[in-house]
């Protein structure tokens, strides 16, 4: 079964910049479109950004022109450069299929505050 592990997540002060990763433990990336979704305390998981397997991006408008998506087929590995980071960020970033249908991985946690 393929397996999703994502890191990067951390501490940052408001304005601040991370890059989170997306380990693919199978080469599906050019075959799937892969997503970002978090959920942060109290809320839904929503999917934040979207890559389709032919490359196209696709972003929710709360991150548009903040997070960039990308990934290297060659390494597996998907990523979601994040900046200009918001309180309203804080979360827990997840990586999976767009839509959802691999188990989820453990996540990795972003909070930003001063």
């Known amino acids: 079964q393929v397996q999703l592990v994502e890191s990067g997540g951390g501490l940052v002060q408001p304005g601040g910049s991370l890059t989170l990763s997306c380990a693919c433990s199978g080469s599906i990336f050019s075959i799937y479109n892969m997503g970002w979704y978090r959920q942060a305390p109290g809320k839904e998981r929503e999917l934040v950004a979207s890559?389709?397997?032919?490359?196209?991006?696709n972003y929710a408008d709360s991150v548009k022109g903040r997070f960039t998506v990308s990934r290297d087929n060659a390494k597996n590995t998907m990523y979601l450069q994040m900046s200009s980071l918001k309180p309203e960020d804080t979360a827990v970033y997840y990586c999976?299929?767009?839509?959802?249908?691999?188990?989820w991985g453990q996540g990795t946690q972003v909070t930003v505050s001063s």
């Open positions: 890559m389709r397997s032919y490359g196209m991006t």
């Open positions: 999976n299929i767009d839509p959802p249908v691999i188990t």
